[in-house]
Structures are given as C-alpha cells and as structure tokens.
C-alpha cells in the first residue's frame, strides 16, 4: 500500500511513459519534406530518362583491317526505357579527327536531344567510326591492301546493327558527315543506293574533278607507283561528278540527297560541280549554300537540319 503525500491511499499501478503529442505543424513539415524528396527524385529522374547517352570509345575486331577499329555511339533518351528498334545514321568524321569528333566539337549529344525534343526529328542511333587510325580514308585503297570500306560495309554495320536494336532496313538507314567524310557519305550512298535512305555530305570532299587529279591525289597519300589502269578506275570510283554523270538516274533518285557546303569553303567547287551534274539529270536533291568556311561553326548548324532532312524518310514522309 502506497501513500500520498497527503495520506490518501493510491493503487498498485505501473509507470506509463507516453510520447509527446506532436503538433499538427510538426507533422506537415515532416509530411512536406518526403514530398519535396519525392518530388526532386522524380524531376532527377525524368530529367536523365530525357537525355540521351554516348560511348566514344567502343570497338571491335576487324578482320579485313587486321585490327582493332573504335567507333562510337549516340543513343536516344528513351533506348533503355523501350524495347523498340531505332533507325541509324552513320555520321562520318573529318580528316584528323577520329570517332570522337562529331561528339567533343560537333555536340551530337545537345544537338540531338534537342532536336528529338522539338519534335524536329526522331528518335534515332547515330554510329561515329574510326577512319583515322592506320590510314586515312573511307575508301578502299587501289593496290587492296587497306580495304576500310570492305571493313564498314561487311564487320562495322553487321556488328552494331546486330549489337544495338537497329531496324535493318534501307529506309532507316542514312549516311553523312563532314569534309572527308561527306566524300565518304557521297561514296558510300553511290556505291550502295540499296542501303541508304539518305545521304548529307556537308563541306564534302567530291574526289578528282579530272583524271588529272588523280595522280596528285594517290601521290599525296602514298610514295607507292600506279598504272593508268588503277587511275582509272579509281577516278571512275571515287569522283562524286562523274558517278552523277554515269550511274543509272533511277538508282540515283533512289536516294534522298542533302548538299551543303558554305559560300567561302574551299571545297566549294566540287559540290557546285555535282549540284549542277545533279540538275542536268533531274536527280530531286537539296542543295543549301550558307554564309560560311570549313568549320565546326558551320557544321554544327548544319546537323539539326540534317536530323530533321533524314528524319522526314524515317517517318516515311
């Protein structure tokens, strides 16, 4: 038996330890912090689903080449999110540059997600290659023993086109690129019209004008000797002018083409020449002449309009 301090009997009980009671003003703030954590993980979250994603330093084993050859790869905002397949453009580098190129000074990233979000062109993967490791060039060489375009057409589009979820299919398939490789894009849109939805050269190199310039051409790449044969008929492989010239006009519709080239480069000549080859035959193409030189400047804004030039194809227009 317990007493009060004032005499009055109290029961047997057990001591009870019983929380504050919060406040409502307490509890919303508690309530209103998950949310704003909840909330920014969400913005975190779609904000990064929105980007799109590059590796520039992927490779694999050639064995035309005889080497390793590195390639890289923008993907869209929505490749890992999806299970679809994509269309692709093969976008070429210029001369001294290597797969990096388009990504460091061109902005592929920025560019292409932009214009994806826009809603100027559509979701795509875009593969940069190594055309500068070894030998320079897209091309074959003339005596065969550096075949790179043996090399892109049979390993490099196999590989990625089976590594990534690529429609395989020549309406989803563009070519472009810069300087060396807008000749490259030329060649390989003329020497396989079956593949290519569209071609872009931009600031290309056109090849020789004449079979004159063929001897300067091979000199410059090589202190190796060739007959009038192999001039010949590299000038007939390799001159965007003459193969305007011969090819069969429906194989040259077949491709939807995209010339551009500023007004002070200094390749400007060649595409005029294959713009007015092109004109001579009715051959439908787009033919853009800009205020501008041979620069990243001026490629850089060239690319949105190509995204959305091949994006039209893409979405069969």
């Not at 009997?9 to 929380?19: A, E, L, P, T, V």
């Not at 990625?160 to 810069?178: D, P, S, W």
């Not at 190199?205 to 090589?222: A, I, K, Y």
């Amino acid at each position: 038996m317990r007493f009060s301090k004032f005499g009055t009997k109290m029961k047997n009980s057990k001591s009870i330890i019983r929380s504050p009671i919060k406040s409502p003003k307490f509890i919303y703030m508690k309530s209103f912090s998950v949310y704003l954590l909840v909330l920014c993980t969400f913005i975190s979250f779609t904000a990064n689903s929105q980007n799109g994603k590059v590796f520039d330093n992927l490779s694999l084993k050639s064995e035309i080449l005889k080497s390793d050859r590195k390639y890289a790869i923008y993907l869209p905002p929505d490749y890992e999110s999806s299970e679809r397949s994509y269309p692709v453009l093969y976008l070429l580098h210029g001369s001294g540059d290597d797969q990096t190129g388009w990504i460091q000074f061109g902005e592929v990233l920025h560019i292409a997600d932009q214009a994806i979000k826009q809603g100027k062109s559509t979701a795509m993967i875009i593969v940069m290659p190594d055309a500068n490791t070894g030998r320079k060039g897209y091309f074959n060489d003339p005596k065969g023993d550096w075949n790179y375009e043996d090399f892109f057409f049979n390993e490099l589009m196999p590989h990625v086109e089976k590594t990534y979820r690529i429609k395989g299919e020549k309406k989803y398939r563009a070519v472009a690129g810069l300087s060396m490789g807008g000749g490259g894009s030329f060649m390989y849109a003329l020497h396989h019209p079956e593949l290519f939805s569209s071609a872009c050269p931009l600031s290309a190199s056109t090849g020789p004008l004449t079979l004159e310039d063929v001897s300067r051409r091979l000199e410059r790449r090589s202190d190796e000797k060739y007959t009038d044969k192999e001039k010949e008929s590299y000038f007939k492989n390799h001159s965007a002018v003459e193969l305007m010239n011969t090819m069969p006009v429906d194989k040259l519709k077949s491709v939807r083409w995209y010339i551009d080239c500023g007004d002070d480069d200094f390749l400007f000549e060649g595409n005029s020449l294959v713009h007015i080859a092109m004109r001579k035959r009715d051959i439908p193409h787009e033919y853009r002449v800009r205020d501008g030189v041979h620069s990243w400047t001026y490629w850089r804004t060239s690319l949105p309009e190509v995204l959305h030039f091949i994006s039209q194809a893409f979405h069969q227009y």
